[in-house]
């Protein structure tokens, strides 16, 4: 398939045929330019994180703190793996005995396992907050880079445009607790790779850059994967309805190089994904296909997010019931409409971000539409989509406006380098039109100088009020001293597991899952926080729930205890063999009173071994 042209390295997506500048040698980079640029960015990495760091060994996301729980976990699951030399494609340390599947669930395995020594060093409390910051920061740098290297010269323009891809509203939303989706400094690389396929005489070296990072990629996150692959997919199609001769001119190109490519991701990543489809507790879709009914709220493409600084909570009463993936803002959409307005006539970019836009914008709308948190009932295009269709059945409609966001980011890079008076590529010019089959972007004229001001005062009027606020966070209290100190060690003999109440899942028991992350997973829990198969093989949120942890459930819910009969205390005594329990331990607890009561009825009396109430169960088991 074709691609874009690679005497531009990249560029030539830019523009129209022109007569092209004489051939020059490529003007120096300003080195310093590009350290005040990832400066910035990260400066702006630690302050999007700066409520975790005024005491971030006791705070947790107050969005979604069971995630942010979750991912600490995930860090101490690298250290553990690194540090035991486990297979980390699979945990028992959690849902004990039948574990994990990693590869099913959102592992971050391409980032905690190289990050395993700063774990163990520094623990995965400040791993967490040190790393998303540093994620939003490389997003942002690796964007700045594809920008000013491959579309354009200003590096202005290039540093607006990568501080919104890496700090875009739906971007910050997902640092709330989702470090995966901050996680995107590998995409910006392989946009590039795939632009770069047609290169004649070089398909061998491309192809195995795209695959190695295509695979790394999947260590980190498969769905912005798949987001980014489904986006080059339309900007080939796109490239090759306005360019087809040039387009078949390298069609034989991007073929070899993306067949190469291809072949080596899926060698390098052949058993991890095997693993993930036919591995112990994989599973087929989810229940129900819940995500499929989350669709973008056309309201909030013009809303601003509740993590900017033109943003409340308020919003989220109405229309927050989809994840906050675009929420732009009515002056960013209006400049966006503009700017494309100007651009597209003569960009062969902007055309080729028109379609992204308007394919992707449709995309994420869902099955039904909704506009400013009204469910109409005009059906939208996920209406149909089968709920089972593979690769797609466990993706959300809304975070396909992703890749939306992405092309307004690239949109103002394109715009403030036209401003800037400067279109031409940021490389040197091929030597003829007829070479290049690209033009210059447009720029400003001699004669609209007066133009520049206003749109630079524009873009910037529009992107402020998206200033991201520093995430919000609350308090959690630490584990109880008889865990961090390890008075639970003669208790738990190799084999057997630690029971905490209430047993953790993805409603109940976010402090008793940060017993295991923060003390470095060393010893097994039932149940937690993650993605199985039920009984019919299809992916359901935590463990199958077992009568005792039911129980234990109903009774945090209803604040006290219902009455018990022999067969409740005959369920509890089975769960725990099948649990492999050796002790119960119940911590401090809003619920603590009334779970004591339950605990006592099923267990008998407890000890009071430092400040937790122990059920050492190892004679019922």
């Not at 969005?63 to 035991?84: I, K």
């Not at 619920?591 to 339950?598: C, F, Q, T, Y």
Request: proline share 9%; with cysteine; hydrophobic share 50%.
């Amino acid at each position: 398939m074709p691609v874009v042209d690679p005497s531009l390295n990249s560029a030539s997506v830019a523009v129209e045929p022109v007569v092209a500048d004489p051939p020059r040698r490529p003007r120096r980079r300003p080195a310093r330019a590009d350290v005040l640029a990832i400066g910035a960015y990260a400066l702006l990495g630690v302050f999007v994180c700066l409520n975790y760091w005024v005491d971030v060994q006791h705070r947790v996301s107050s969005h979604l703190p069971t995630d942010h729980s979750w991912f600490e976990w995930l860090f101490a699951h690298g250290a553990y793996s690194v540090r035991h030399l486990e297979n980390p494609l699979f945990t028992a340390r959690q849902n004990a005995p039948d574990g994990v599947n990693m590869m099913a669930n959102t592992s971050l395995l391409g980032v905690t396992l190289p990050l395993a020594p700063l774990t163990l060093l520094l623990g995965p409390q400040v791993m967490y907050a040190l790393y998303l910051g540093g994620a939003l920061a490389a997003t942002a740098g690796t964007s700045y880079w594809m920008l000013s290297r491959h579309l354009v010269r200003s590096r202005g323009a290039a540093f607006v445009g990568g501080a919104f891809l890496g700090f875009a509203p739906g971007i910050v939303h997902h640092a709330n607790g989702q470090p995966n989706f901050v996680s995107n400094f590998l995409l910006p690389l392989i946009v590039v790779r795939v632009l770069r396929l047609g290169e004649p005489g070089r398909w061998w070296r491309n192809g195995i850059a795209l695959g190695v990072l295509v695979a790394y990629q999947i260590f980190i996150n498969e769905e912005m994967l798949l987001l980014t692959a489904l986006a080059c997919l339309v900007v080939v199609a796109a490239y090759v309805a306005q360019r087809p001769r040039a387009a078949w001119a390298r069609a034989g190109a991007f073929l070899a190089a993306g067949g190469v490519g291809a072949g080596l991701a899926l060698l390098l990543a052949a058993y991890p994904i095997w693993f993930q489809f036919n591995g112990p507790q994989s599973y087929r879709g989810l229940q129900g296909g819940v995500f499929h009914s989350w669709g973008e709220d056309l309201a909030a493409f013009v809303t601003f997010a509740r993590d900017t600084v033109a943003g409340d909570e308020a919003v989220e009463r109405t229309i927050g019931l989809t994840e906050q993936n675009t929420w732009f803002g009515w002056p960013l959409v209006l400049v966006a409409l503009v700017a494309l307005a100007l651009l597209v006539r003569r960009s062969l970019a902007a055309r080729i971000l028109a379609v992204l836009v308007v394919v992707f914008s449709v995309a994420a709308i869902g099955p039904k539409v909704r506009f400013d948190g009204v469910e109409t009932a005009i059906d939208g295009p996920w209406a149909y989509v089968p709920d089972d269709l593979p690769l797609v059945e466990m993706m959300m409609p809304t975070r396909l406006s992703l890749v939306v966001a992405a092309a307004v980011g690239v949109l103002l890079a394109l715009a403030w380098n036209a401003l800037a008076g400067d279109g031409r590529p940021p490389v040197p010019a091929p030597r003829t039109a007829a070479e290049s089959g690209a033009a210059q972007s447009p720029a400003v004229g001699p004669r609209r100088r007066w133009l520049r001001p206003i749109g630079y005062a524009a873009i910037t009027l529009a992107v402020l009020p998206l200033f991201p606020r520093p995430l919000p966070a609350q308090h959690v209290d630490p584990p109880p001293h008889f865990i961090t100190a390890g008075g639970w060690r003669p208790y738990v003999p190799a084999g057997r597991t630690l029971v905490p109440v209430p047993v953790p899942s993805n409603v109940h028991g976010l402090p008793t899952l940060r017993w295991s992350a923060l003390t470095g997973q060393q010893f097994p829990i039932p149940g937690g926080y993650f993605i199985g198969p039920n009984e019919q093989g299809e992916g359901v949120f935590g463990a199958p729930n077992r009568p005792t942890s039911t129980l234990i459930y109903a009774t945090m819910d209803a604040g006290r205890v219902p009455p018990l009969t022999a067969e409740n205390r005959r369920q509890a005594v089975e769960d725990l063999r099948f649990w492999k329990a050796s002790v119960v331990v119940l911590g401090a607890n809003p619920r603590e009173p009334v779970l004591r009561e339950l605990m006592t009825a099923l267990l008998g009396p407890p000890q009071r071994v430092d400040d937790v109430w122990l059920w050492d169960v190892r004679g019922l088991v």
